[in-house]
């Protein structure tokens, strides 16, 4: 297992218990949002997470869970689609009390 596949599998431990929902998508609407025919269900459920916490519903955390992605690489997708990360000041410092409790 590469690394990549073991941070991907660290980061879903619980994933598959999640329940599918099917749904259709006109072709023409695929067209037009650049998805990939081959893999439709997982572009447009990135799409889908990245638009969740774009509206601050879900954590990035969540969104990365959510779409089955390394946090890291739900990252790089949020770039890519010009949304910007939510990091405030209290985020930060929370994150240093963490890292001081963990004596990193």
């Given at each position: 297992m590469?690394?990549?596949e073991g941070?991907?599998?660290r980061g879903m431990r619980y994933?598959?218990?999640?329940q599918v929902v099917k749904v259709e998508?006109?072709?023409?609407?695929?067209?037009a949002a650049g998805l990939d025919g081959e893999d439709l269900g997982?572009?447009?459920s990135r799409l889908l997470a990245l638009e969740l916490y774009r509206e601050n519903k879900v954590s990035l955390g969540r969104a990365a869970e959510l779409?089955?992605?390394?946090?890291e690489e739900f990252m790089e997708f949020a770039g890519r689609h010009g949304?910007?990360?939510h990091y405030s000041a209290d985020d930060l410092e929370q994150d240093r009390r963490t890292l001081e409790r963990l004596g990193l």
């Open positions: 590469g690394e990549g941070a991907r599998r994933l598959g218990s999640m998508i006109p072709a023409e609407l695929a067209l997982a572009e447009a779409c089955q992605l390394p946090i949304v910007s990360l």
